[in-house]
């Protein structure tokens, strides 16, 4: 791809060569990237480089919301991304995306910096693909600029990964309004978005063939002076920067024109998402797991204990070096995943199946990867690893969140033991 597809104002920030907090010799490899994937590297970079770890240390202590980073990105056009070009977009990929989202995590920024875009990123992907003309024309431009921010509402306290199940109903009340009732919860940014892409159940779990039947997906206002919708804020270990929510539904009123594409076929269309989401978490994982283990490496190299630096022994050197190899393997595993996804665009061979084993692998492997890196960093800062202004306790909290969200584990390696190796389903 060429360059002038990347958002023009990126280019003047990286001409500027400002202060980066990524180091000028970064530890990953880089040489299997496509220039354009590089380009948004170090467009990203210089962007990243006006919020040092201090911002970010000093919104997660206060809790407030990173808005003016989020102006940041939507003033360089990266929120449209991965949009199309005709609703203001950059039309590049979910492998650009990734990089973009991994950048971010990698400057310091952590995952409190990539959530407070994460949705606006993902959560337009079904709607840029199945909304009419008239939703994706109201809507999604004014995202791209920054106007409006997205929250995804589909997790449900009662449900949880159980999505076939969920409870909130979408019950249509004439030709021109539905009402909804229901919970979601872990709801990031509701507090500040404009919009939310929520998954409902139109009919009822007993009046359909297949549980994925009857759930509808609608693109809505949240809007905080109607009656029928409440918030309660959750206090949490990482990422608090950011919001996470219940949100609360009690009949609240929604025009038929939300809804997504066909009514009861709402599962399939948030499947376009969840594929793109978990590229993109494996990028912001790889990206937390890089920047603990450069800062780690970078302490173990300066400080001295009984007359030699800490990083002479094998005990500090080895775990790291180990460390650096997950994450190189783990890198592997998410584009491969982000490629597949873009050229699945194209190319007819390549099965929604084989996208999801590759997003689901790639998810857990950068996960698991960053969770070693960060927890490393913080044995080899010894006491100074639980102090804030080192950073690597920051991203050691927030590195529990590439672990849960938005699948955990467990059920990841479910879905490759039924998928790819014909087990029986446990569940």
């Known amino acids: 791809m060429s360059r ?23 530890i990953m490899e880089t040489s299997a990237f496509t220039d354009t994937q590089l380009d948004v590297r170090e467009a990203i970079t210089s962007v990243c480089s006006q919020f040092p770890s201090t911002y970010w240390q000093e919104r997660d202590q206060s809790q407030t919301d990173p808005s003016d980073f989020h102006a940041s990105l939507a003033k360089g056009g990266w929120l449209g991304i991965a949009l199309p070009e005709e609703l203001g977009g950059s039309g590049l990929g979910i492998s650009e995306a990734t990089m973009m989202m991994q950048t971010i995590t990698e400057s310091g920024a952590g995952m409190a910096g990539a959530q407070s875009i994460h949705a606006n990123v993902y959560a337009t992907q079904p709607l840029a693909k199945f909304g009419s003309k008239e939703q994706v024309e109201e809507t999604i431009p004014k995202i791209i600029s920054g106007e409006w921010r997205v929250c995804f509402g589909v997790t449900e306290p009662n449900s949880g990964l159980d999505t076939l199940r969920l409870r909130t109903a979408a019950r249509k009340v004439d030709d021109k309004t539905y009402a909804v009732t229901g919970q979601k919860i872990w709801i990031t940014c509701a507090q500040v978005a404009r919009k939310m892409m929520l998954l409902a159940r139109t009919t009822p779990l007993g009046d359909v063939k297949k549980p994925s039947e009857g759930l509808s997906l609608f693109c809505i206002d949240l809007d905080r002076e109607q009656a029928g919708l409440d918030m309660k804020k959750i206090q949490k270990m990482g990422g608090r920067a950011v919001d996470a929510n219940e949100v609360f539904f009690d009949n609240y009123k929604i025009p038929s024109s939300s809804l997504i594409g066909e009514e009861g076929k709402g599962f399939k269309l948030i499947l376009h998402g969840m594929n793109a ?11 937390l797991g890089y920047a603990a283990l450069t800062r780690a490496a970078g302490y173990a190299r300066e400080r001295t204990v009984f007359q030699r630096p800490i990083g002479q022994n094998q005990g500090i050197a080895h775990p790291l070096a180990d460390a650096y190899m997950h ?33 689901n692998s790639a998810k857990y492997l950068a996960a698991e990867a960053a969770f070693t890196a960060c927890e490393r960093a913080v044995l080899t800062h010894g006491g100074m690893g639980y102090a804030s202004e080192y950073d690597v306790e920051r991203w050691f909290r927030e590195c529990l969140v590439p672990r849960i969200a938005p699948v955990s584990r467990e059920m990841i390696l479910n879905y490759i033991g039924e998928r790819v190796l014909s087990l029986p389903r446990s569940y």
């Not at 958002?7 to 990524?22: D, G, H, I, K, M």
């Not at 989401?277 to 990206?287: N, P």
Request: charged share 25%.
């Open 327 to 359: 994450l190189e393997a783990a890198k592997l595993a998410t584009y491969h995943a982000a490629r597949l996804y873009d050229k699945s665009k194209t190319d007819d061979s390549i099965s929604q199946d084989s996208i999801g084993v590759a997003a």
């Open 4 to 26: 002038v597809m990347v958002p023009q104002a990126a280019w003047r920030l990286v001409s500027r060569r400002n202060f980066s907090t990524t180091p000028r010799h970064p």
């Open 277 to 287: 989401e978990r590229c993109l978490l494996a990028g912001e994982a790889l990206g």
